[in-house]
């Protein structure tokens, strides 16, 4: 290969990329640049491990000048490198590296420029150095293999979703991030205005109202990759930015997006793992996903299904069952295999993990050997009945700890459904990993309304979401019952997507926003633009956003979104890299207008006397 013509992805300055070098390649003059990942001094020979984008090849300095301009060379030193492929003796093949076979014999070796002492090994594996650290320094961080393979699979996987929604005639569309609140249900992020001192923009939560009002323009498909802003409080592994796949759809039903959800996710594993993915994707009741796994976002790789045992205990004298029957509530159970042997300790362990959560404790009963019933909390109150029918009712076998929790029928459920979980991860059930088995599932069915703190109802989803047709004339009679046209889809445990068709009409809006006891000059004054252009022949029309984070830490098979996002944020909100966020100067708190009071309540920009919902539109 000619050194005068290079590929133009390696730059004017290089002939070839360190990592593609093979033993074909023997005998070629080769002029590489990069950092140097390592450097053994060998006496006279010094051997550097050149890296560069493509990977990583050896370089042999032998000679005088070379070896002399070798030796003052550092880890992470940027470097050009002249020389000649050579292939490498039998015995000094490294089978573990692409380049294995071969090394530069370098006849040139220039510093392109120096690295100061480094904060850490670069090579070094990333799960050896400190997050803050990791973060602090996330250039050096992204030097290394791993992670930055991570941000490679999150570019080849959002290369498939757009080639996917192009070929599906979806129109990208930006909406903008300064803008009024939206209705995803956290706090919103504000930005204070010079201009209109006293006004403030927020950052959207999601462009759900942008969307809606695209399709009342006549795009029918829309999609947009898009970051979101959701002022929450701070949990393991939640960004106060984050992307989605936003998409909305004209003329649709569910099926329309469960079609679509599955041509992107096949390419997407293709794409990113090689990986076929076998679509349809199974499907799921919301119900049945909280009564069998006692979760809206079930990981079905593994068994440990919940077991109902309220009929089992229905007649039963344990205190704790029959008050938690007698108040209508559920007694259920999760078998731990093999768990008869954890110690008094363990237990212990188990149920503060309960308490943790909030639950007032958890009931445990261990199956001996022989199948009768060993330790337990709860089994001493058993009738000769209970104990002799138990492990069959429970699905335990000799030797397995069934756990059991009594209580009102949700919390219940989710409690169980959560010690599901951590009991499997316990005991090894959950595979870790790129490979999969990855397990998608659509939920559907999800409901429309759930309790809030001061005793009213909130949308789940949100509040745009149309009633089951079952529901739509009667949802305000049981809120707590109601189900919506609403959908996630749940891979291995983790919600990837959700959405819902829309409502579209005034009147069944209107009933939804007195529900979540939203007024009309409330709803109004929220979202009166969107109310103001559902007035001009909205088309029937729903949507679903994919979490493009989460997708993408799945294929790299990490457990933290933060993996895949290049500058992300730590667990409690900061930037350690940037310092952001910082406070600000008296100068810049008042050029921003942030203690201004507006002189009067804000108009929306533009719109003169907008009038309100027009009485025809209740119909
Ligand atoms: N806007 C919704 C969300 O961010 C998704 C949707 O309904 O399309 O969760």
Redesign the pocket.
Same mark, same amino acid.
């Given at each position: 290969m000619s050194t005068t013509n290079p590929p133009p992805m390696l730059g004017e300055m290089r002939s070839h990329g360190a990592g593609t070098l093979r033993a074909a390649d023997a005998g070629t003059e080769v002029r590489l640049a990069g950092w140097v990942a390592r450097r053994r001094d060998h006496g006279g020979v010094i051997f550097l491990d050149l890296r560069d984008a493509s990977g990583v090849v050896q370089v042999v300095c032998r000679e005088g000048s070379v070896a002399d301009a070798a030796h003052g060379l550092r880890d992470e030193f940027c470097v050009l490198v002249v020389g000649e492929v050579a292939a490498r003796p039998p015995g000094n093949v490294n089978p573990d590296l692409p380049t294995g076979e071969v090394e530069v014999t370098a006849s040139r070796v220039d510093v392109l420029s120096p690295a100061a002492a480094l904060p850490f090994p670069v090579e070094g594996q990333a799960a050896e150095t400190g997050e803050e650290a990791r973060l602090r320094w996330r250039y050096l961080d992204l030097r290394r293999a791993g992670p930055a393979a991570a941000l490679r699979t999150r570019a080849t996987a959002v290369r498939a979703l757009r080639r996917v929604m192009d070929d599906h005639g979806f129109v990208e569309v930006e909406t903008p991030y300064l803008t009024r609140s939206t209705p /995803?249900g956290a706090r919103d992020f504000l930005v204070p205005v010079r201009l209109q001192p006293g006004h403030w923009y927020a950052l959207p939560?999601?462009?759900?109202l942008f969307?809606q009002l695209l399709m009342v323009a006549g795009f029918e498909r829309y999609y947009q990759i898009v970051r979101?802003f959701r002022d929450e409080d701070f949990r393991a592994d939640r960004q106060p930015e984050f992307t989605?796949l936003? &998409? /909305?759809l004209s003329f649709m039903g569910p099926e329309d997006v469960y079609r679509l959800g599955e041509a992107l996710m096949a390419r997407v594993w293709g794409d990113a793992l090689g990986l076929e993915v076998a679509t349809p994707f199974r499907r799921m009741t919301y119900a049945e996903a909280m009564t069998r796994y006692g979760s809206d976002k079930p990981d079905v790789r593994f068994g440990l299904e919940l077991v109902d045992l309220s009929a089992f205990f229905a007649a039963t004298g344990v205190g704790v069952f029959r008050a938690a029957l007698d108040a209508g509530g559920h007694v259920g159970a999760v078998r731990m295999p093999g768990g008869a042997e954890l110690t008094r300790k363990q237990l212990d362990g188990w149920i503060d993990w309960a308490r943790g959560r909030g639950a007032k404790g958890l009931a445990y009963v261990a199956i001996d050997p022989d199948g009768s019933i060993g330790r337990s909390t709860v089994a001493k109150f058993f009738s000769d009945a209970e104990a002799a029918g138990f492990a069959e009712a429970a699905g335990a076998e000799p030797g397995d700890l069934v756990f059991i929790a009594a209580g009102p029928r949700t919390p219940t459920l989710e409690l169980l459904g959560a010690l599901r979980v951590v009991v499997a991860r316990d005991r090894g059930l959950v595979p870790t990993g790129q490979e999969g088995p990855f397990e998608f599932l659509w939920v559907t069915d999800m409901p429309m309304f759930e309790p809030n703190d001061v005793g009213g109802w909130s949308a789940v989803?949100?509040p745009f979401?149309a009633p089951a047709p079952d529901w739509e004339e009667k949802f305000e009679q049981a809120p707590g019952e109601a189900v919506a046209q609403a959908y996630d889809l749940v891979c291995n445990g983790y919600e990837i997507a959700?959405?819902?068709v829309r409502i579209h009409r005034a009147d069944l809006q209107q009933r939804v926003f007195e529900v979540i006891g939203l007024g009309r000059e409330e709803a109004e004054s929220k979202f009166g633009f969107l109310l103001e252009a559902f007035r001009y022949g909205p088309p029937p029309h729903g949507? &679903?956003?994919f979490g493009v984070d989460r997708i993408c830490a799945l294929l790299a098979g990490a457990d933290s979104i933060r993996e895949v996002i290049a500058f992300p944020k730590t667990s409690s909100g900061g930037d350690p890299l940037t310092g952001a966020p910082t406070p600000i100067t008296a100068e810049q708190r008042a050029e921003a207008g942030i203690d201004a009071r507006p002189a009067e309540p804000a108009p929306p920009p533009n719109l003169p006397g907008r009038e309100t919902i027009p009485d025809e539109r209740r119909s």
């Open positions: /995803e939560q999601s462009p759900q969307k979101c989605q936003d &998409v /909305e989803h949100h979401t959700s959405g819902s949507g &679903v956003a």
